[in-house]
């Protein structure tokens, strides 16, 4: 019986030490910028290879909109006014169901956005432009700001048959 206690009480020192060192800190600390840099990559898509338009889409941008602050950006949305404000949405249904809490608002000088406001709202557009993460400070509804340098109405793609296809069709699955 004190073999089996004594065996026991080894397992279980045993146990409690290795737990108490999966939960230590182990490594190097976490460098802020290399971790700052991991969501820059995870936002933004650089066309090659340059680092100065970050291509973006909504739901990458409000997973880490800080990841994309101050940075040049360039997204697709639908461009809206919402209580007077130019709003711009992912999609036509977050701007009449009123989700305002994953829009981006786009301020500018007010010639200039009535200028792009007469010729673009409420339709799809690409906008690039200075991103802002906090528009109005900590608590505001908006994912960011954006202040246009560019603003281009966009197309729908235009369905493509299989003879433009590049691979070979045997490797889309199956056998």
């Given amino acids: 019986m004190n073999k089996i206690t004594t065996v026991l009480q080894a397992m279980i020192t045993t146990l409690v030490v290795l737990l108490l060192a999966a939960c230590g800190e ?8 290399q971790v700052k840099g991991d969501a820059v990559r995870a936002t933004c898509y650089f066309r090659g290879g340059s680092s100065e338009v970050c291509i973006t889409s909504f739901r990458r941008l409000q997973n880490s909109p800080e990841s994309a602050d101050g940075r040049k950006v360039s997204l697709k949305g639908y461009l809206a006014i919402r209580q007077g404000i130019p709003t711009l949405y992912a999609t036509e249904l977050d701007f009449l169901n009123d989700m305002v809490i994953e829009s981006i608002v786009v301020r500018g000088e007010r010639n200039k956005l009535e200028e792009i406001l007469r010729s673009h709202a409420y339709s799809y557009v690409r906008v690039e432009g200075a991103f802002s993460a906090s528009p109005t400070g900590p608590g505001s509804p908006w994912v960011g700001e954006i202040v246009p340098s560019m603003i281009s ?23």
């Fill in 153 to 175: 109405e966009v197309s729908p793609m235009k369905q493509e048959d299989l003879s433009n296809l590049l691979i070979d069709v045997k490797h889309l699955g199956g056998r």
């Fill in 26 to 33: 182990r490594g190097r600390p976490v460098d802020p910028d």
